[in-house]
């Protein structure tokens, strides 16, 4: 997308992304169907949606990856654009510190690369190898090498997905100390009603190609699970991604 498919132009400052009408198909199936989103400087958005509903296909798109996406609107030009996957990626011949600054420029690399791997708890590793590190470091890892290059757009794709509960929840607090200081605007992909609620300023919900509910969190912090306000934020959500809430309610 971006100055690759036309009709959008990179941002100027005003909204890290804003597209409209945005379509995206393979073969005869229309993934992305005219979909509009705006999402602003610094603002923290969760992505939401059934299997299969173009979340993936969304955030490709938005990270310049995706060259046959129709639309219009800005976007953050792509050097200023960090992505993080599910899997860190992350360069098994290369030491820690050298992953992270990975293709910076300047006398300062080595020490933003020093100063990210302290901010993500893994000082005295920068010498370590990938394959030293557990999935939440090298998780950690990634989000370092994403935040050195201080992005205005972080886009991440399920990035703690294959971690267990209790290193998602660790990766959450890690992830919101760290935006609340970098201040990128944030559009996290994820299945995780719970991870949508806790860290974003608004969680929107994909369906069939478009934007089918856009909803600011307003749960004052820190945002527990026991509060009335959560719990019919939640149900709200889960109806949205068709949970009959009646079924789960009589099935436990
Ligand atoms: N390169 C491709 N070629 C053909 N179809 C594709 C391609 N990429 C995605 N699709 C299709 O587009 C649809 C949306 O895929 P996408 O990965 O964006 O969904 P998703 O919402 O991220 O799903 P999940 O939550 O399961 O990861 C799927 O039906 C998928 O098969």
Known sequence: MATHSGGLTEAEGAAAVRIRNVVRSFGQRTVLDGLDLTIAP???VALL???GSGKSTLLRALAGLDHDVAGS?????????SVVFQDARLLP????????VLGLDGPLAEERGRAALDEVGLAGR?????????GGEQQRVSLARSLVREPQLLLADEPFGALDALTRIRMHTLLKRLCERHRPAVLLVTHDVDEAIVLADRVVVLDRGRIAADIPVVLPAPRR???TEYASLRDRLLVQLGVDLVEEDSAA
Do not use: I, Y
């Open 49 to 51: 949606g059934r299997s």
């Open 225 to 227: 699970h026991g509060s």
């Open 42 to 44: 610094g603002e923290f």
């Open 126 to 134: 920068e010498q370590a190898w990938p394959v030293e590190l557990s």
């Open 93 to 100: 011949w290369k030491r820690l510190l050298d992953n992270v």
């Open 73 to 81: 609107g800005d976007l953050t030009s792509p050097e200023h654009v």
